[in-house]
């Protein structure tokens, strides 16, 4: 099951489908895995908050992903979104609103089953599995530069 909490009614004037857009890709990041996610879409304060308190960096920052013990099961997570960084990233990348949402649900909830980016063979695999889904969603390979058109 995904739930979807909208905390800042920006995202919902922004785009008025955005938690139907977040379940949609959480779903398709999830595939066949069983499990609850939560995805919160709220402000920047909340994620610099978050930010600073988990990951010791006193800054907002687009998704932020907190993976559940194996004891919360089915419970596989959380993703929480910060509005105004999204927003910007999306209208500085040339990307609709509602691309960027579904690229960082999937790239959250991939998190929450375990995949990372931190080694260069992690990050390709993992940027690889994002095209994939993103591609049966209908969204463009977030990862192409102009270069490459």
């Known amino acids: 099951m995904i739930e979807v909490e909208v905390e800042d009614e920006a995202w919902t004037a922004a785009l008025p489908g955005a938690a139907a857009t977040a379940e949609r890709a959480a779903e398709a990041a999830l595939g066949g895995v069983e499990g609850d ?4 879409l709220t402000d920047d304060a909340a994620v610099r908050d978050l930010n600073a308190r988990f990951r010791d960096r006193d800054r907002p920052t687009n998704v932020l992903s907190f993976p559940a013990a194996e004891s919360a099961a089915p419970h596989l997570g959380d993703l929480v979104l910060a509005f105004g960084v999204c927003a910007a990233e ?7 609103l509602a691309d960027h949402l579904t690229h960082l649900t999937v790239h959250g909830v991939l998190h929450l089953l375990g995949r ?26 977030p990862y192409r530069t102009d270069a490459q058109a």
Do not use: P
């Open 37 to 40: 996610v939560v995805v919160l």
């Open 90 to 96: 999306a209208e500085a990348q040339g990307k609709t």
């Open 116 to 141: 990372d980016h931190e080694a260069e063979a992690e990050a390709d695999e993992m940027e690889a599995e994002e095209r994939t889904i993103l591609a049966s969603l209908g969204v463009a390979d």
